[in-house]
Every structure is written in structure tokens, then in C-alpha cells.
């Protein structure tokens, strides 16, 4: 005759309940609407089928309905299919931007954390001049200057961002030079270059993950921003900011038109940041 097993009681089975922090449970939502983005960028197909560019002029300002999920424009292009591919603009512009900023001010940094300190005060200044001006402006600015196009917008919200990685990077480099490892390869007789590579760049990268995060945020604003302005991606091609620009002259009889790109960017920038200060207190808290 087979043996009965007790059920075990309830203190047994909280004991056995595997806890989940709070803070990843926070970080559930953002971080699969993130995936969700990324999954826009790469293959958008995967979640809508419509044409973001094919235009029904008999279905023109359609509200959201099982034709148009998210409605249709003033030329009758869907809305979803509009959000879903602008993604890939402004998502790949932000991105480019942020790579082209870290991978400079990375380099400045460095430079100026190890220059003389003439040369490390005459580059300080220029990021902290720089950093007076909001970056918006600042990219402005430099699209006022090179012209518009996607190129060109990629490479002035770089040029806006640099100072945010470059001071980061120069304060930690000060840092790190002044420890022993790197006094005792300096002793050693090591190259300057193997140094800078082997022992003080990979110890000032630790910043970067949370201000890159962050700072992708920033950049699909700007881009957004730029765009609306008519100095990124030209229409027809379906990108946020552009697509609020389109979609002002109609806010009284199509809001859907102006509210779900608009709600993108919003989602976008509200996920980046938590996750970006998730990472920054994970980071902290490493920190001696």
C-alpha cells in the first residue's frame, strides 16, 4: 500500500518560494517594452504587416478601428505601421549618435585625464562651456551650420552629447592614474600607449553602460526633435519626430495621428531612463 506524503504547510512552501527583488520587478515593464523596440528595429515585418508608405486617400483620417488599429493618417497610411517602422529611424539615428559620442568623449577624456595640465584645463573649459548649452540647441546649432540630413543630424547630437562623456572620463582618469598598479607599470618602464590601454581605459569604462543608457534616451529626443523641425529623414519616410510634425495641422480631427508617435518617444525615453538608474545604483553600489 502506497505511503501518504504530508502536503507541506504553508510555512514550507513560503520557505520555499524563490524571492524576487523589487527592483527587478520594476525593471520587468521597461525592460520589455525595450525588447519590444528592439524587436521594431530589427525586423518591424514581425509586428505589423502593413506598408508604413502605401496611401488610401479613401480611408484618410480613419480613428483606431479593426481596419486601423492605431488609425490611419491624412493620407490614410496606418498609424501602426508608421510607429513600428519610424522606430528604426529614430531608434538607429539615437543610437549611431550615442556610439559616435561615447567613442569620443571617451578619447577626449582619456586625453585630457593624462595631457599636461595646461592642455587638460584649455579642454576642460571646452566641455564645460559646452555643457552650458542645452543639447537641443547645441545639435541645432550644428545642423544650422552642416545642413539637414540624416548624416548630419547623427553627427550633432554627437557633437551635443560629447561633454557628458568626456568629463566623466577625464575625472575618472584622474583617478586612476594616481593608483598603484598604474604607478607601478609607469615604474616599470611600460609604453605610455599600453598603459592608457591596458590599465587605465578598461578601469574608466564603468560610467559608460549608465550614461550611454541614458543618454540614447536624449538623442531620440533631440533626433525626434531635429526631425520635427524638417532637418532629419524627409517624408514620406515614417520617423517619430516627422510624423508629429505631419500631424499638427490635423491635432482637432485625427489626435491619434500625434498621440501614438508622440507616446513612443514618451515610452521610450521613461524606459531608457529606469534603466539607465538601475544601472547607476548597481554601479554605486560596486563603487568603493
Known sequence: MTALTPAPSPRARAALRVPIAPGVLRLLPPSAFLLLLALAVAAPALLTGADPLAADPLSALAPPGPDHWLGSDHLGRDVLARVVHGARHSISIGAAATALAVTSGVLLGLAAGLSPTWADE????????????????????????????????????????????????????????????????????????????????????????????????????????????????QPPAAEWGAMLSEARNYLRVAWWEALFPGLAITLTVVCLTVVGRRLQRRFEGRTP
Open 122 to 233: 584649455a579642454l576642460a573649459r571646452a566641455f564645460d562651456v559646452l555643457s552650458t548649452l542645452p543639447e537641443l540647441l547645441l545639435a541645432l546649432l550644428v545642423v544650422a551650420i552642416t545642413g539637414p540630413g540624416t548624416g548630419n543630424v547623427i553627427l550633432a547630437i554627437a557633437v551635443a552629447q560629447i561633454p557628458n562623456y568626456a568629463r566623466v572620463i577625464r575625472a575618472q582618469t584622474f583617478v586612476v592614474r594616481r593608483s598603484g598598479y598604474v604607478e607601478q607599470a609607469v615604474t616599470f618602464g611600460r609604453p605610455r600607449l599600453v598603459i592608457t590601454a591596458g590599465h587605465v581605459l578598461p578601469n574608466v569604462l564603468g560610467p559608460i553602460p549608465v550614461l550611454a543608457t541614458i543618454g540614447l534616451g536624449q538623442a531620440v529626443i533631440a533626433s525626434s526633435g531635429l526631425s520635427f523641425l524638417g532637418m532629419g529623414p
